[in-house]
């Protein structure tokens, strides 16, 4: 793929860590959708702040009332789903090694059983946390841009997820890294 060549020249190379800790990353996950890196960051320091040794074990996370888990910054809805996640992870298990026994689609359909927790969310999980190296987030915002704007590919929504999975095929097995290069090169 000469696009991602120079791309990936251009960005030059990405050392990919997964953290090994699914429970935390989902909490951190939904404390910082749709917010500014610098909100986001304020308001989870302030629910960490919540819990001693700033550690939200999921016991503490569900004993913790919705009222003060708000006076951090979070919405009633994320922090139902923070609850939800807490009690997932105690009733149904996020345990790192045994989800990492699941294949792709079977851990982003575990994961999305958590109300709160989307297909984008359990992408995100998978990529940055479970380094899963073939992932293609086709709708992150940021990955649809940078492909229509690297390899001109036109449309929306339907049309537009079918020419992305379309140009993707090539990148595979490594369909993550290609877009850990396509953000690098948006910013």
Not at 49 to 58: A, C, G, S, T
Not at 63 to 75: H, K, N, P, V
Not at 112 to 141: C, H, Q, S, Y
Not at 179 to 184: A, D, E, K, P, S
Request: with cysteine.
């Amino acid at each position: 793929d000469p696009v991602m060549k120079a791309i990936i020249r251009a960005t030059g190379p990405i050392e990919v860590k997964g953290r090994k800790d699914v429970y935390g990353s989902l909490i951190r996950s939904i404390t910082s959708q749709q917010l500014s890196v610098k909100a986001a960051n304020t308001i989870y320091q302030r629910f960490l702040d919540l819990f001693p040794k700033r550690n939200p074990l999921p016991e503490l996370v569900l004993a913790t009332d919705i009222q003060e888990m708000r006076s951090s910054g979070l919405s009633q809805a994320k922090s139902q789903y923070l609850k939800n996640i807490a009690r997932f992870s105690l009733e149904e298990g996020l345990g790192y090694q045994k989800l990492n026994r699941m294949d792709d689609e079977e851990l982003i359909a575990y994961l999305t059983r958590i109300k709160g927790v989307g297909r984008w969310t359990a992408e995100m999980v998978l990529m940055f946390t479970m380094n899963r190296p073939d992932l293609l987030p086709v709708d992150d915002l940021g990955i649809r841009q940078s492909m229509k704007h690297h390899y001109r590919l036109k449309g929306e929504g339907r049309l537009l997820t079918v020419r992305m999975l379309k140009t993707a095929e090539v990148w595979r097995p490594y369909r993550t890294l290609a877009c850990l290069h396509l953000w690098r090169i948006r910013n």
